[in-house]
């Protein structure tokens, strides 16, 4: 639970930290699209040294966000077994009744291992170097047009940051029964997967009952307070764009580019 980073702020004073929430999100989403443009190991070397880049400049620890990789271990090792063994295309090294290894596949497995890792450690990036609210208030301000259509985008906005606040709480709640329950004597980490499942009810149980207090307490202190979600509210720091913004654009663009001419060939890379 320590190695999940949404919610979670690192505060340094850098480059990164000081671009406006929706330039991030916006470069967050060209990455997204930049790493399922790319279909080869020049377009991936592309991607990895511009995070790299990106990283350095925030000047957060590497080790940081390489532990929220920790998190989607199993997703990514399923991905990569699933890929290798039905795969069907290429050079066949070994099959077996439905399952068929080729080395495409397993290539094509890397491939998509490479790709998780890169959307974890680039949305790891944006939590870590953009508070919960500035992120939420970003969201909103870039979700304005749906309130043409009648969408409630302030309400959205302020579920969101609540629920990115209290992600740290929970996490910390966590730990908190975890190691009340091993001062009982319970194990969680012996028996098999069964055993493992049930011992989770412990934990469970109180998380439910401690998550329904905190929001029934949330509630009462908002309603106290005789909070309102409107679009009238206003921000005590308002969203403006400044010169880091128009340089973090070209430089995201000018990446956007070069990823599109790999992937047309224009630099004449093989796969």
Same mark, same amino acid.
């Given at each position: 639970?320590?190695?999940?980073?949404?919610?979670?702020?690192?505060?340094?004073?850098?480059?990164?930290?000081?671009?406006?929430?929706?330039?991030?999100?916006?470069?967050?989403?060209?990455?997204?699209?930049?790493?399922?443009?790319?279909?080869?190991?020049?377009?991936?070397?592309?991607?990895?040294?511009?995070?790299?880049?990106?990283?350095?400049?925030?000047?957060?620890?590497?080790?940081? #966000?390489? %532990?929220?990789? !920790? $998190?989607? @271990?199993? /997703?990514?090792?399923?991905? &990569? =077994?699933?890929?290798?063994?039905?795969?069907?295309?290429?050079?066949?090294?070994?099959?077996?009744?439905?399952?068929?290894?080729?080395?495409?596949?397993?290539?094509?497995?890397?491939?998509?291992?490479?790709?998780?890792?890169?959307?974890?450690?680039?949305?790891?990036?944006?939590?870590?170097?953009?508070?919960?609210?500035?992120?939420?208030?970003?969201?909103?301000?870039?979700?304005?047009?749906?309130?043409?259509?009648?969408?409630?985008?302030?309400?959205?906005?302020?579920?969101?940051?609540?629920?990115?606040?209290?992600?740290?709480?929970?996490?910390?709640?966590?730990?908190?029964?975890?190691?009340?329950?091993?001062?009982?004597?319970?194990?969680?980490?012996?028996?098999? #997967?069964? %055993?493992?499942? !049930? $011992?989770? @009810?412990? /934990?469970?149980?109180?998380? &439910? =009952?401690?998550?329904?207090?905190?929001?029934?307490?949330?509630?009462?202190?908002?309603?106290?307070?005789?909070?309102?979600?409107?679009?009238?509210?206003?921000?005590?720091?308002?969203?403006?764009?400044?010169?880091?913004?128009?340089?973090?654009?070209?430089?995201?663009?000018?990446?956007?580019?070069?990823?599109?001419?790999?992937?047309?060939?224009?630099?004449?890379?093989?796969?």
């Amino acid at each position: 639970m320590r190695d999940i980073a949404f919610g979670q702020y690192y505060p340094k004073n850098s480059f990164v930290h000081n671009l406006d929430p929706r330039t991030k999100i916006f470069s967050s989403i060209v990455l997204i699209v930049a790493v399922f443009l790319v279909d080869n190991y020049w377009g991936y070397v592309a991607c990895y040294s511009f995070l790299a880049i990106m990283i350095l400049a925030s000047r957060i620890p590497i080790l940081s #966000i390489l %532990k929220t990789i !920790k $998190a989607v @271990l199993v /997703i990514m090792l399923i991905t &990569f =077994v699933i890929n290798v063994l039905f795969y069907k295309s290429g050079h066949v090294y070994a099959q077996w009744w439905i399952f068929t290894i080729t080395r495409e596949g397993i290539i094509f497995g890397v491939y998509m291992i490479l790709r998780i890792v890169f959307l974890v450690m680039s949305m790891s990036l944006l939590t870590f170097t953009t508070t919960p609210m500035a992120l939420t208030d970003g969201i909103e301000n870039l979700l304005k047009p749906l309130t043409l259509i009648k969408i409630p985008v302030h309400d959205l906005a302020t579920i969101m940051s609540i629920a990115l606040r209290f992600i740290p709480t929970l996490t910390e709640e966590v730990d908190k029964i975890i190691l009340a329950q091993k001062a009982r004597g319970a194990a969680f980490d012996t028996g098999n #997967i069964f %055993k493992k499942a !049930k $011992a989770m @009810l412990p /934990i469970l149980i109180p998380l &439910f =009952v401690s998550t329904f207090r905190r929001a029934d307490e949330l509630a009462m202190a908002l309603d106290s307070r005789c909070y309102n979600a409107t679009d009238k509210r206003t921000k005590m720091k308002p969203l403006k764009f400044s010169y880091r913004d128009l340089l973090g654009v070209f430089i995201i663009g000018a990446f956007l580019t070069i990823i599109i001419m790999i992937k047309l060939g224009f630099f004449g890379l093989i796969q």
